[in-house]
């Protein structure tokens, strides 16, 4: 097993990839999402917060402005002779009422103010402008006391229950002596109809805590406490509204603006859901971004257990042909050797079968030299008798013949020696009428007894060709001693050995005019132990013949022809 990763491990791998890379982005969205939550929330929340903030500073002036306006008017209109006038005579007749009414709807007028009231100092109401009292004049008690302390009065009153107004109340003195209170009323409706611009609910509670001005008329006189509930910061519902407020310590009262918390919670779902498609989005591309490399990955896995797969195939290719090659060397080996062993033993068989042909030829040889020997003792014999008589000059013929005679025998016997050795294996240049000569010295004997003339084409005298010189006589003396064996008791046998072309190769013909061979064993003579002369012939005197012209490079075949047999021997020329 390669160290190479299989593919299940590898899409394993991948599936722990992909849920830790799940893992970390759920973590990262996590904590994302709650960064942008936190985030939009405390600076929406800061938004909202400065809008209502902004709201009430402007609120709380539009407030100022309107309360303001009307502060002074007591006051002054205290200090109106005109006004203590009306305190000065407590008989209460017509004139000084009408007087009173006709001051207090003219300053009305005149302000703006809600109404104008005069009061005696044991609180009786004079005169006001506008019957908007019930039984008791709003804030009559509280103004008096002011009054009294000689400072400028300031209440909330509810008019007839229900309509709200501020009172500024001012004592009209003379002499140090209390003589009644100036009031005037002032309405809200201006302050409300510009809060009810504001979409955001705006409030003033007293200090009692009862909401007595608002944007929203169903929380009027209602106790702060009923509608906080809603508000209160501490509660689950503050989530609703953010509640900013803001002291006015002159009246003793509180504003209040809520803001709208819808805002912030439509921006906390925005960041939510804009971090969870970011997120989203991340999560897409990076599982994408791992699909790829995965895919490459597996790709790259495949294309390498291709390349091994076809690296191990040629590898056992490989092996089985090295396997196949070391074989086959082998049994080239063993076929060399083989052919070395044949060599060998063809080279001894040539030398067996030349040495038992030199055997045959034994009797015929031993009586060529019988015969001189024979001749050399008489010779001898005569000389001696010559040189008794001392006729020198027979004695010196004598001695002549006798030399000739040695140098015959010696011939024969050199020629039966070297042709006896062992051939060599090697080729050269080697004169065809060498060869030819000790066949003829070795087979003449032969040949004259069975009473075959031999004849030698002229035209060999100076052919050279490559071959062993031994080897050569070899070939000739077995087609010669066939041939003379196939003449045998025929009257005019004839050998003869012609020379048919000299080129870069060249042929010779040694035929015979014996019976011949049939045409059909053309081939088969030159069988190993073919033979037709039972008890007489071993069958390969034509096989060596064959044996050695391949040695040479030449061949040897048999002519189809009417008469005799005729053998074509073809021979490379070792001339240049
Ligand atoms: P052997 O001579 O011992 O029989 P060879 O191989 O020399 O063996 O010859 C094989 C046969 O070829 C001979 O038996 C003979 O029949 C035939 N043969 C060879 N040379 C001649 C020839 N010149 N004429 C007729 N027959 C021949």
Known sequence: M??????????????????????????????????????????????????????????????????????????????????????????SDAYIENRARTLAEEITGLSGARDVAFFAADGKLLSAARDIFGDEPAGRAELLKAAKENRLGRTVALLKGENRVYAFGAGVRRNGRLMGVVAVYVGFDAVERAWALSADPIFVTDSDGIIFLSNR?????????????????????????????????????????????????????????????????????????????????????????????????????????????????????????????????????????KLAGVGQMAATLSHEINQPLAAIETYAANTKRALALKKDEIADDNLNRITAMVARISELSGTLLAFSRRPETKTEPVPVKVALHEALILIRPKADRAGVAIDVDPALESVVVDAGRIRLSQVFV??????????????????????????????????????????????????????TRTGQGNGIGLSIVYNIMQDFGGSVTLLPGDGGAVFELRLKSALP
Not at 236 to 260: C, E, K, N, Y
Not at 320 to 346: P, Y
Not at 502 to 524: K, R, Y
Request: charge should be neutral; glycine fraction near 4%.
């Open 2 to 91: 390669d160290s190479w990763l299989s593919g299940r491990s590898v899409r394993r791998r991948f599936v722990r990839l992909r849920a830790g890379a799940a893992l970390v982005l759920l973590v990262l969205a996590s904590a994302g999402t709650y960064a942008a939550w936190s985030l939009t929330t405390s600076r929406t929340r800061e938004y909202v917060q400065d809008q209502a903030a902004e709201t009430l500073a402007v609120q709380a002036e539009v407030l100022n402005g309107v309360l303001e306006k009307y502060r002074l008017i007591p006051p002054l209109l205290a200090r109106q002779d005109e006004i203590a006038l009306l305190f000065a005579s407590l008989a």
């Open 217 to 353: 008329q169903d929380w009027l006189l209602k106790p702060v406490s009923e509608i906080d509930a809603k508000f209160n910061p501490e509660t689950a519902d503050a989530l609703t509204h953010i509640d900013v407020m803001r002291d006015l310590p002159l009246m003793g009262w509180q504003l209040h603006v809520l803001g709208d918390r819808s805002r912030v919670v439509s921006a906390q779902s925005a960041a939510i859901g804009f971090s969870l498609l970011i997120f989203l989005l991340v999560a897409v591309i990076v599982f994408f971004q791992i699909g790829r490399i995965e895919g490459r990955v597996m790709l790259r896995r495949r294309d390498r257990a291709l390349a091994l797969r076809l690296e191990r195939a040629v590898r056992d290719r490989t092996k089985e042909l090295s396997l196949a090659n070391q074989s086959l060397s082998h049994e080239i080996d063993e076929r060399i050797e083989a052919e070395r062993e044949l060599k060998r033993v063809q080279r001894e068989l040539i030398q067996t079968a």
């Open 478 to 531: 077995n087609l010669f001693s066939n041939a003379i064996d196939a003449l045998s008791g025929r009257p005019d046998g004839r050998i003869a050995v012609d020379l048919k072309s000299a080129g870069e190769t060249v042929c010779l013909h040694v035929s015979d005019n014996g019976p011949g061979i049939a045409p059909e064993l053309a081939n088969e003579v030159f069988e190993p132990f073919f033979t």
